[in-house]
């Protein structure tokens, strides 16, 4: 362009040029002026034409810069380097021209700025969500995938992008969900219960994206698992207190029917139906109270105070309780303290839970320890915290069962545990009442060998330390 004019200019300096020095020869021809004059008229005149081609340069070139400089902006402009500005050169109207550039390329670069920190920060919630989040195009392709929906569905999210669902996840209810949303308005929620390595329950939620001819869709998954765990539970939970509360009940409502049927007449058998009413009406009692406390544990209105309670004198008092059942079972109880522990050693604990806790243990070793065994409660302590040994050379509990032992009404043995007076719920209220201390408890046992259950507690700091 600045070439362009350049030449222009260049011919019509040229052509004037040459039309001065053909009046000069001219006049030469007409007049009688000598050659030196001549001379003098064309240096005159190549000077001035210098003079005029460095004026029409200059010229040219404030006029062509501006726009050159306009068009390089825009170019740059389009490569998306918003923000981008030129000098403002040229005339009036070159520099209005220019401020408004500058302006736009300002606001450009301030709108487009904002929408990538809206966009991040977008994409900040959906990744941080605990909801699975995905978003496909009207072909199903994946357009973004957040780490939960990852999580649940089993792929890697910087590897879903840009992929086909079907590719992503192997799911074909959640496939089918989304070519529904597709092809028809209304958005669509389904539970599905996950297949995979691990079994999960999810709410999949699929809307259309909106925007005309269906740009996509978006899925909202949630895991609803424990959820529905917990609703097995408490269904398991109620149709187990159903069964446990019937059956002595049904035994009661025998003996009763016996009696009335004219048993109650016969001394010999009266006794016996009537000792039968009695045990079955104690063991709904255990069972009630149990239910009880387990109730007020679980909704945490138990209101444990905790205070420093005395290993020692615990494990005795819990030790004088039991002594009597454990001898006439053949049966050594016996306490120890390991030698490194402070005769004064005490936790931050609830005296009666300590105490309800050790009875159940103990009673459960007395339980289940076939006569002739021993049973000993042994305690240690850490710098935090000390722990609590129950362990018995009884029965044993098989490996399988042993993370299951601390669920409500679960025995290894049914018959066993009922014939024992056990209603199921002993080590269930056991568990509940450590965590309400802060405690842990753990089990380790050998089939036919023995069991040992270990509960620890926070240290209370008054104790010496060793
Ligand atoms: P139960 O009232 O039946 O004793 P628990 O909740 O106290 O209920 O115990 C659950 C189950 O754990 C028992 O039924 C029994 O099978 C098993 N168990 C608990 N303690 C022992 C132990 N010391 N030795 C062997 N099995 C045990």
Redesign the pocket.
């Known amino acids: 362009m600045l070439w362009r004019v350049y030449v222009t200019c260049l011919i019509l300096v040229a052509c004037a040029m040459g039309f001065a020095c053909l009046v000069g020869v001219q006049e030469v021809h007409a007049t009688t002026l000598t050659l030196n004059w001549v001379q003098t008229s064309i240096t005159i005149a190549i000077m001035m034409g210098v003079v005029a081609l460095v004026i029409t340069y200059r010229i040219a070139r404030q006029f062509i810069q501006p726009s050159e400089q306009l068009a390089e902006g825009v170019r740059c402009l389009m490569q998306g380097d918003f923000g981008h500005t030129i000098p403002v050169a040229g005339g009036r109207e070159f520099s209005t021209l220019t401020e408004s550039f500058n302006t736009m390329s300002e606001r450009l670069a301030a709108t487009f700025g904002q929408l990538d920190r809206d966009r991040e920060h977008l994409r900040t919630i959906l990744l941080g969500m605990i909801e699975g989040v995905i978003a496909v195009d009207n072909e199903q392709r994946v357009l973004f995938a957040n780490e939960r929906a990852a999580e649940f569905l089993e792929f890697v999210p910087e590897q879903a992008v840009g992929r086909k669902l079907w590719e992503v996840t192997r799911q074909r209810a959640v496939q089918r969900l989304v070519e529904k949303t597709l092809s028809h308005s209304g958005p669509y929620r389904e539970e599905l219960d996950w297949k995979g390595p691990t079994v999960k329950s999810l709410d999949v939620y699929v809307a259309r994206l909106p925007g005309p001819h269906s740009p996509g869709a978006v899925l909202v998954l949630h895991d609803i698992t424990d959820l529905r765990r917990l609703e097995r539970l408490r269904q398991d939970f109620v149709a187990n207190v159903s069964h446990e509360l019937k059956t002595p009940l049904a035994n009661i409502k025998s003996s009763v029917e016996v009696l009335l049927d004219g048993a109650v007449e016969d001394p010999a058998l009266r006794g016996g139906f009537l000792h039968e009413i009695s045990d079955q009406a104690n063991r709904l009692d255990d069972l009630i109270q149990d239910l009880l406390v387990l109730a007020r544990i679980e909704s945490g209105e138990s209101g444990l105070e905790l205070e420093t309670v005395e290993v020692e004198e615990a494990v005795h008092e819990c030790l004088d309780r039991h002594r009597t059942r454990a001898e006439a079972k053949r049966l050594n109880l016996s306490g120890v303290a390991l030698a490194a522990c402070p005769s004064d050693l005490a936790i931050i604990a609830h005296d009666e839970a300590i105490a309800r806790i050790l009875d159940?243990l103990v009673d459960?070793?007395i339980?289940?320890t076939p006569p002739g065994g021993r049973i000993t409660v042994r305690w240690d302590s850490g710098s935090d915290s000390v722990c609590i040994e129950v362990a018995?050379t009884?029965?044993?509990?098989p490996e399988r069962d042993q993370p299951r032992?601390f669920e409500r009404f679960?025995?290894?043995?049914k018959a066993r545990?009922r014939e024992m007076g056990?209603?199921?719920?002993?080590?269930?209220i056991v568990k509940h009442l450590v965590q309400a201390m802060k405690g842990t408890i753990q089990v380790s046992s050998v089939l036919g060998c023995g069991?040992t259950f270990r509960v620890c507690f926070p240290r209370a700091v008054s104790s010496t330390l060793p």
């Open positions: 159940n459960n070793s339980k289940y018995d009884g029965i044993g509990i032992v679960y025995r290894v043995d545990s056990g209603t199921g719920l002993g080590l269930s069991t």
